[in-house]
């Protein structure tokens, strides 16, 4: 049953400036960064973005979400936590840091992370993929501390949104530089990356919607289509 109260209103007209906001900010945004450098710009804008978890020495992992269970809520005064954050965030923690650590304790014993033990009474784990093991920049987990880690693969997800996008607008459409930073902006500083850091998978994928429409529109305009056009005369003959 869902209770309407008057702050409900009020977190729908946040969520409406938000979005107003972010579609106002993103191209003012595009605008800066072609300028002044084009996608140099934006790994610095987002550098400054996620300071905290990168150079700032904070983890984006939500680590004081396992103070909301035993036999962690037991030691939440004495180690002088006082409440969670937002506990709508354990699936990082719970699922994905556990994969990621499981991943790099198998690595750092030469095994590969085939099977997981831990699972009922074992279950298949590199092949399932939902832990991404095998993305290549998943090498961001390995070779950083992973509770660091999560700040820097997200920066870099959100900046290949963005040089993806980029490149996406000027060769695939063939559009301006001004329409191509503002479609640059508006895809990796959405709310859709924003919100995701979360699932870490997800953002990865997102992320490369850009170059795979860019190489389907070099397909298409290519010799491929060439041979595709000889073979709709040859039919019609």
Known sequence: KIVKRGGDRLATWFMAANMVGALLFAPLVGWWIERTGRRRRLAVFLLAMFWPVTLGGRSLVPFDALYQ????STYAAEHGVTGVQNPLLTDLLLENYTWKSFITREIAARELPLWNPYLFAGAPFLAAGQSSGLYPLSVIYYGLPLWLAY?????VQIWLAGAFTYAYARRGLRLAWAPSAAAMAVFALSQLFLVNPVHPMILAGMAWLPLILLALERVSLGPLAHFAEAGE????H
Do not use: N, R
């Open 151 to 155: 700040g820097w693969f997200t920066a």
């Open 69 to 72: 269970s035993l036999p962690w």
């Open 233 to 236: 005369c040859d039919h019609s």
